[in-house]
């Protein structure tokens, strides 16, 4: 079936050091993919998303890239903040008609003061 | 603030025992989703409805149902617990834009125990 895979499934860096979370896919039809995340006892949040018509989208710190071909996308904290500090999901739409959201198994992103 | 809220936040049954967990939305969406958080495992989807009328099996189904009693509430029904449904339950919302999906909204979670 469909699925999304999340890799690594913890992080740390060190405050002010870049982090990258990577996903891929494997339906070819999906076209949206968001980025959550939850921090501790709390709800999942979106921070970003991108759609399948674009290759990059940034946002201060946070920016995400989509490779369609090769079915993968990333997810990029520059100048990391203690406050980055969460477990991270990335997710896809499954189908043409986009009915479902598949999320990916979670990295928590520790950041070292 | 519209928002989606969920009964219980809290949750300790026994196996075999029936159980119901209740999703309710002010924001006027649309399409409601239940998900189960375990850890290692992220977000699994368990049923997710696009109206009232329309119901759609998850990746996890087996052993739960649902109920869409209206536009803005969503129930979630274990009919015989067991223990490997512990786990955090996340119901969200979803208006799909003209790109047809957009963000979801989550509620803040039902821990359920099983024992």
């Known amino acids: 079936g469909e699925n999304v895979e999340q890799h690594p499934s913890t992080l740390s860096v060190q405050e002010g050091d870049s982090a990258v979370i990577k996903c891929t896919y494997s339906?070819?039809?999906?076209?949206?993919f968001p980025w959550y995340k939850q921090e501790l006892g709390k709800r999942p949040q979106l921070i970003i998303d991108?759609?399948?018509?674009?290759g990059e989208k940034k946002d201060q710190r946070i920016a995400v890239t989509l490779n369609k071909t090769a079915k993968h996308f990333s997810l990029h904290i520059t100048e990391t903040q203690p406050e980055d500090s969460a477990v991270y999901f990335c997710?896809?739409?499954?189908?043409?008609?986009?009915?479902?959201?598949?999320f990916g198994s979670g990295t928590r992103l520790s950041i070292r003061p | 603030d519209a928002d989606v809220t969920q009964t219980p936040r809290n949750r300790i049954t026994k196996t075999g025992k029936r159980i119901m967990l209740e999703c309710s939305q002010t924001?006027?969406?649309?399409?409601m989703y239940w998900y189960r958080q375990d850890p290692g495992l992220g977000l699994r989807l368990i049923y997710y409805?696009?109206?009232?009328?329309?119901?759609n099996k998850g990746e996890i189904s087996d052993g739960y149902s649902v109920s869409r009693q209206a536009q803005a509430k969503f129930s979630l029904s274990l009919e015989s617990a067991i223990p490997n449904q512990t786990a955090l339950y996340f119901c969200a919302t979803m208006k799909p834009g003209l790109a047809g999906v957009d963000e979801q909204f989550f509620g803040p979670g039902t821990r359920l125990t099983v024992l």
């Open positions: 409805s696009f109206d009232v009328k329309d119901i």
């Open positions: 924001k006027g969406h649309d399409r």
């Open positions: 997710a896809a739409s499954i189908g043409s008609s986009a009915s479902k959201i598949i």
């Open positions: 339906d070819s039809a999906s076209n949206y």
């Open positions: 991108i759609r399948s018509n674009v």
